[in-house]
């Protein structure tokens, strides 16, 4: 069955440190790959997608992620993490064959400590 | 561009009773979404539409249905509400089959 994992569902790291969210999924072939992030209270934002080329994927907000195929995984980091940091954040996958259905991940929690 | 707004944001429901959230979108997209928040278990689809006059079913889609007479307006009904659809409810539009999906603020629904 087609599924997408996010190991960690809590995260607390120290504001000015390093920051890796781990996402891994299970598909037939490699899907249009995203990280969302949501504030509380508030709707998604899109922070990065992969749809094909550079495995290194530049994001808003100094975020960037890897895709490793060989790995069917998809982590998201961060090199200094900001007090606004702190959300929730998506790793969400879609089929290219779809209609563009995104399947989500549980999230994974960030806490950014002072 | 107000992007994609969704009404209302807030509402609590009794057992049985029904209602309509509104997804408008102002972006010309075809494709539109309705999902619902979970704890613990991320956004799961509910119904989509990849155009106007078109509706399709998504990952949950039992007690809820959907409507999409215009384009830029994509409405969920719960016929008979039941405290299981208790949720945040999301909507999303997309341009086309490739790109991103652009969420809305989303709707707190309490169903007692």
């Known amino acids: 069955a087609q599924s997408v994992t996010q190991p960690d569902i809590h995260i607390t790291v120290s504001e000015g440190a390093s920051l890796e969210l781990r996402c891994n999924y299970s598909?037939?072939?490699?899907?249009?790959l995203f990280w969302y992030v949501q504030s509380p209270g508030q709707g998604l934002q899109l922070l990065l997608k992969?749809?094909?080329?550079?495995?290194l994927v530049q994001g808003i907000k100094g975020f960037e992620a890897e895709f490793k195929r060989s790995q069917s995984s998809f982590n998201l980091r961060k090199p200094s993490v900001h007090w606004s940091d702190a959300a929730e954040y998506f790793c969400?996958?879609?089929?290219?064959?779809?209609?563009?259905?995104?399947?989500f991940g549980s999230g994974t929690q960030v806490v950014v400590t002072p | 561009n107000a992007g994609v707004t969704q009404t209302p944001k807030f509402r609590v429901l009794k057992t049985g009773q029904s209602m309509t959230l509104l997804c408008a979108q102002d972006?010309?997209?075809?494709?539109m979404y309705w999902y619902r928040q979970d704890p613990g278990m991320g956004l799961r689809l509910i119904h989509y539409?990849?155009?106007?006059?078109?509706?399709a079913k998504g990952e949950v889609p039992d007690g809820y249905n959907v409507s999409r007479l215009k384009k830029q307006n994509f409405l969920l009904g719960l016929e008979s509400a039941a405290p299981s659809q208790t949720s945040v409810y999301f909507c999303?539009?997309?341009?086309?089959?490739?790109?991103?999906?652009?969420f809305g603020p989303g709707t707190r629904l309490t169903v007692t």
């Open positions: 999303a539009s997309k341009r086309g089959q490739g790109g991103e999906q652009y």
């Open positions: 598909y037939g072939a490699t899907p249009y």
């Open positions: 992969y749809f094909s080329g550079d495995t």
């Open positions: 969400a996958v879609a089929p290219t064959d779809s209609w563009g259905k995104l399947q």
């Open positions: 972006m010309n997209h075809e494709y």
């Open positions: 539409s990849v155009g106007e006059g078109t509706t």
